[in-house]
Nanobody, 124 residues
């Protein structure tokens, strides 16, 4: 069965960095686009970043562009999110999500599998 397991969250001061990981199993990881989505307390889910399969084209929300970097290691079946220059408004639960195709869907409801999430808290 498909499993997505996030790790790497924690408490960090503003301006700090964290690297999130998402270990995938139960499917051919390299064949599918993957995404990071976050949900802050009391707010709806927010798309953060995508990485397509194949060439691995990447896309970012304006709120994280230039600070976050998405990547994937297909040999290790792992998705990453390097987060630098973190701000308090980045505080959220971060989820990795699997697309049903080689590119990510535009609708958050169209992802077919989600991880359990990892908490990121940015605070002094």
């Amino acid at each position: 069965q498909v499993q997505l397991v996030e790790s790497g969250g924690g408490l960090v001061q503003p301006g700090g960095s964290l690297r999130l990981s998402c270990a995938a199993s139960g499917f051919t990881f390299s064949n599918y686009a993957m995404s990071w989505v976050r949900q802050a307390p009391g707010k709806g889910a927010e798309w953060v970043s995508d990485i397509n399969s194949g060439r691995g084209s990447t896309f970012y929300a304006d709120s994280v562009k230039g600070r976050f970097t998405i990547s994937r290691d297909n040999a290790k079946n792992t998705l990453y999110l390097q987060m630098n220059s973190l701000k308090p408004e980045d505080t959220a639960v971060y989820y990795c999500a699997k697309s049903p195709s080689v590119v990510a869907p535009t609708d958050l409801n169209s992802y077919d599998y989600w991880g359990q999430g990892t908490q990121v808290t940015v605070s002094s």
